[in-house]
């Protein structure tokens, strides 16, 4: 072949390997290194402001959402370690790179506002790659807190709880973030993730969906549940003395000195060769692939969290269950147990002390401050009530049962309705002044009464008496023998539900009914009935429930009436045991609302040691004769618990 020709021989194989490469689709980066190069952190959100450097351990999680292989990716973590991280790298790809319509599903509405102002807003405003939806913004009336549109796409921010949310629209990408709070149905519609997921099915195998969430209670956990029928990925890293592999566990880390002990070689490690092992991360999978890819993930792999603080923060909640919880959940990312079991009655009645209780009862030295609650049975008529002494750390002794009863002439049971009743229990319970070990008197802070199907009586006893004050900082108790109106709700999570609004109290003589948490103040009941127990040396016991010889078995069988019931829906209900009455139980439950509305669940140091103060044993002064001045400009004194020192805790 001749120069020419061959020089145009190699001319046009370059041309044609120039034009064949115009036609090539373009390179897809895996997410992990299109969001190095591409997404900008903003100030709003994250305290590493301008572009994302990702830690090794970040890195395979989100490449799971560009693997052609994975529809659906599963990170079940604790809180601010990726999952966030995760949903805006996903969307901000989607949006410049693969556009489609998107959908964030939040738990609730105001959750998809917040999302959108405080992380999408300055995402779109701080990133070039997202431009194309500011641009949008500006053609479009369309665009708005809620819903976006750009080129190629659409993205909707909504909440979980409105079917109308779900099912008006087709989707290809469905981000779900916080999915154990969402409810368990869209109205009647049935779950919120499988509605939203049906709308991706004409995206086929292009569809792709990203379920994030801190675990919460084991059987009813979505997140927990997903990540089980996922793959199961988890963190291996290398011990920085020995090179063996692990999964790195809170039962080894040492508190003496802190560190995390190597399970293979027993060297201790300190935080930055834990923060260098976290860097050659190795995501190993525990299950078969199945489309579902799942990653676990707590913050013993944080480069944010030193293994003291976590130390810190575990020795201080160990002993609250509720706090314990939350530790468990948020910070080690593992399911929560319930022990669930209800306490053995035959084992309390065992656990009973001797102090005298009832009509001779004598509150015990630790004992700070009392509250009663009453129930309103019918059948017969009848208050049932207990009163409670409670100390510091919840620790409590049981003081007086009983039921008042009022009868007429005719020696007829009066009914609840009656003002004889109301005016027993008055008389009876709630003026009495109770005798406390050191000599002094205690009366009755809170008085917590069930309105039940008989709210009307309660409500004029309750508007006869202190009311708690309220403002925008909560309730409080200013002064002693408040009453309460209370209504028990299925609340898991807060002791005070609800306080009904002022509005609404008018309709009922301006006497506000506060919501308690009848699941929760019945788990850590059940909880503490279990793990606390009177100590043999008598010294303080936190969280632990006396109980007196005066108290008899049909007791204890009330207490433990009922047991936890775990729905196939994940809810959870409370049955009662056939053949008990449950009034003791109902009766620890106002109780215990009784002392986080006078304030026992945030008392602070100064405040539980004026309450000790209050109840020291009295100094008997010399007698002498006041001179007239000082009789004339004295300040009325009560005496007792009810003297000058009551006051100065009141002004607290």
């Not at 049981?398 to 007829?412: D, E, K, R």
């Not at 002064?479 to 609004?501: C, F, N, Q």
């Not at 006497?511 to 948490?517: A, L």
Request: with cysteine.
């Amino acid at each position: 072949m001749s120069a020419p020709a061959t020089k145009y021989a190699a001319l046009s194989e370059t041309s044609l390997s120039t034009w064949a490469s115009l036609w090539l689709p373009p390179e897809r980066l895996p997410l992990s290194q299109w969001a190095e190069q591409n997404l900008i952190l903003s100030s709003e959100y994250s305290a590493s402001i301008g572009p994302i450097k990702l830690y090794g351990w970040q890195k395979e999680p989100l490449d799971s959402f560009t693997d052609p292989r994975v529809e659906t990716t599963v990170l079940m973590c604790s809180t601010q370690m990726l999952k966030t991280l995760l949903i805006q790298a996903a969307l901000a790809y989607s949006i410049s790179q693969q556009p489609g319509p998107t959908l964030i599903l939040e738990p609730k509405d105001a959750d998809a506002k917040s999302f959108s102002k405080e992380r999408l807003a300055p995402m779109i405003r701080d990133n070039p790659s997202l431009s194309v939806v500011a641009e949008s913004k500006g053609r479009s009336s369309s665009n708005t807190i809620q819903e976006k549109t750009f080129p190629g796409g659409t993205l909707a921010l909504v909440g979980a709880i409105a079917p109308g949310n779900l099912a008006r629209r087709s989707i290809r990408y469905l981000l779900c973030d916080e999915i154990d709070k969402y409810p368990a149905s869209a109205g009647a519609e049935g779950d919120p993730i499988d509605l939203a997921w049906e709308r991706t099915v004409t995206f086929g195998a292009r569809r792709k969906r990203v379920l994030a969430c801190s675990p919460t209670g084991l059987g009813r956990s979505r997140i927990g549940k997903a990540y089980e029928a996922s793959d199961r990925r988890r963190p291996w890293i290398p011990c920085p003395k020995c090179g063996e592999f692990q999964v790195l566990k809170w039962s080894q880390v040492v508190f003496d000195p802190v560190g995390y002990k190597c399970a293979a070689c027993g060297a201790v490690w300190a935080d930055e060769e834990r923060w260098a092992a976290c860097e050659r991360t190795e995501w190993r999978p525990e299950g078969p692939f199945r489309g579902t890819a799942g990653f676990w993930i707590s913050h013993l792999y944080s480069p944010w969290k030193r293994m003291a603080a976590m130390v810190a923060d575990y020795l201080d909640r160990k002993e609250d269950r509720q706090r314990y919880k939350v530790f468990v959940n948020t910070t080690l990312a593992e399911l929560w147990e319930e022990q669930g079991d209800t306490p053995d009655d035959e084992i309390l009645l065992g656990r009973r002390e001797e102090y005298p209780a009832n009509d001779q009862a004598v509150v015990p030295t630790r004992g700070l401050f009392l509250t009663c609650a009453v129930d309103v049975q019918e059948n017969p008529p009848r208050l049932e009530y207990e009163v409670v002494a409670w100390g510091r750390n919840r620790e409590n002794w049981s003081i007086a049962y009983g039921a008042v009863q009022a009868t007429a002439s005719n020696g007829q049971a009066l009914p609840v309705t009656s003002p004889e009743l109301w005016e027993k229990l008055d008389r009876e319970v709630l003026q009495r002044e109770w005798q406390h070990e050191s000599g002094q008197s205690l009366p009755i802070l809170a008085m917590g009464i069930d309105t039940g199907s008989r709210p009307q009586p309660v409500y004029e006893f309750a508007k006869r008496h202190a009311q708690p004050v309220y403002s925008a900082a909560g309730l409080k108790v200013a002064a002693p023998r408040t009453v309460v109106p209370l209504k028990g709700v299925k609340d898991e999570i807060r002791v005070i539900s609800k306080i009904s609004k002022e509005d609404a109290a008018r309709k009922r003589q301006n006497v506000r009914i506060v919501s308690i948490g009848t699941h929760r103040c019945k788990q850590e009941l059940y909880d503490d009935l279990r793990d606390s127990r009177p100590r043999p040396d008598g010294s303080a016991s936190p969280r632990c429930h006396h109980f007196p010889q005066a108290y008899g078995s049909q007791y204890f069988e009330g207490l433990c009436s009922e047991k936890r019931v775990l729905k196939a829906s994940g809810d959870v209900s409370w049955q009662k045991v056939p053949g008990r009455r449950n009034e003791p139980l109902d009766l620890k439950v106002y109780n215990r609302a009784c002392y986080a509305i006078v304030g026992g669940d945030r008392f602070n140091e100064a405040q539980w040691a004026s309450f000790e103060e209050a109840v020291a044993p009295a100094v008997a002064e010399p007698e002498s004769e006041p001179e007239p001045s000082e009789r004339l400009d004295a300040e009325p004194e009560t005496g007792g618990w009810l003297g000058s020192r009551t006051r100065n805790w009141l002004r607290r």
